[in-house]
């Protein structure tokens, strides 16, 4: 069972969601503004964040933004509103899920067990040692250690940018369909729309810079990661 920070300012969304939470046995703590759940993050560790964007004292966006400073947590945002651009600025920030209210109590119960399922089978499949360098070490990746080079410049990705990635690189020259991306890299449970997909392929094109050719789209299939010759 999980230790679950639910931060939103409404009382009633953070009662409906302990009262979901803690019938499937998950202990949660509850914080009605972003710097309420910054102060908890710093003092407590949690299993997975549930947090609201629209918020006083320090909208979801800049929390997630100090969050991640220092923490790695899964993190689930809620927001009335359902535009690209919210999602994107999201998972730019390292978000793990994006919900749109209003939501199903239960659908969002389900989301957590998806996420927590993608963090440890991540965590499971970290291989030793394996480093792989492409066009002549310009683009070089440590599996391992999860860390991302390009031109010599370590760059930053959000965790599910890194799984995306570390999925096509170790199934380059292969056609992978958005459905095979969807259920290994998201968890064949994810409730998401398909073009979390892209939106996550446009977000790691934009951090591989003069790489970002290596993934090429195919027209009514999905992405291969192609490797040159």
Same mark, same amino acid.
């Given at each position: 069972?999980?230790? =679950?920070?639910?931060?939103?300012? $409404? #009382?009633?969304?953070?009662?409906?969601?302990?009262?979901?939470?803690?019938?499937?046995?998950?202990?949660?703590?509850?914080?009605?503004? +972003?710097? !309420?759940?910054?102060?908890?993050?710093? %003092?407590?560790?949690?299993?997975?964040?549930?947090?609201?964007?629209?918020?006083?004292?320090?909208?979801?966006?800049?929390?997630? %933004?100090?969050?991640?400073?220092?923490?790695?947590?899964?993190?689930?945002?809620?927001?009335?509103? +359902? $535009?690209?651009?919210?999602?994107?600025? +999201?998972? $730019?920030? +390292?978000?793990?899920?994006? #919900?749109?209210?209003?939501?199903?109590? @239960?659908?969002?119960?389900? %989301?957590?067990?998806?996420?927590?399922?993608?963090?440890? @089978?991540?965590? !499971?499949? &970290? $291989?030793?040692?394996?480093?792989?360098?492409?066009?002549?070490?310009?683009?070089?990746?440590?599996?391992?250690?999860?860390?991302?080079?390009?031109?010599?410049?370590? #760059?930053?990705?959000?965790?599910?940018?890194?799984?995306?990635?570390?999925?096509?690189?170790?199934?380059?020259?292969?056609?992978?369909?958005?459905?095979?991306?969807?259920?290994?890299?998201?968890?064949?449970?994810?409730?998401?729309?398909?073009? /979390?997909?892209? /939106?996550?392929?446009?977000?790691?094109?934009? /951090?591989?810079?003069?790489?970002?050719?290596? =993934?090429? &789209?195919?027209?009514?299939?999905?992405?291969?990661?192609?490797?040159?010759?």
């Amino acid at each position: 069972m999980y230790h =679950i920070l639910v931060v939103d300012d $409404e #009382v009633r969304i953070r009662s409906i969601v302990r009262k979901y939470a803690e019938f499937e046995g998950h202990t949660v703590t509850e914080a009605g503004d +972003g710097m !309420e759940a910054v102060s908890l993050c710093r %003092r407590e560790q949690f299993d997975i964040i549930i947090l609201d964007i629209m918020m006083p004292e320090l909208d979801g966006f800049s929390a997630c %933004r100090e969050i991640r400073k220092t923490s790695s947590t899964p993190i689930i945002m809620l927001s009335a509103r +359902g $535009e690209e651009y919210d999602k994107i600025n +999201g998972f $730019e920030l +390292g978000i793990d899920d994006y #919900v749109v209210k209003p939501f199903s109590p @239960r659908e969002l119960m389900l %989301r957590v067990e998806a996420v927590m399922k993608r963090v440890k @089978r991540a965590a !499971e499949q &970290t $291989e030793k040692n394996q480093i792989i360098e492409l066009d002549g070490g310009g683009l070089r990746v440590d599996l391992t250690a999860r860390i991302v080079y390009v031109d010599g410049e370590r #760059v930053e990705m959000s965790p599910k940018e890194y799984d995306l990635f570390f999925y096509l690189l170790r199934n380059r020259n292969v056609a992978l369909t958005r459905e095979k991306l969807i259920s290994e890299v998201w968890g064949y449970d994810f409730f998401g729309d398909i073009r /979390t997909l892209d /939106t996550h392929i446009k977000l790691l094109r934009k /951090t591989l810079g003069r790489y970002s050719d290596y =993934i090429v &789209t195919l027209r009514g299939v999905g992405y291969r990661f192609e490797e040159k010759k």
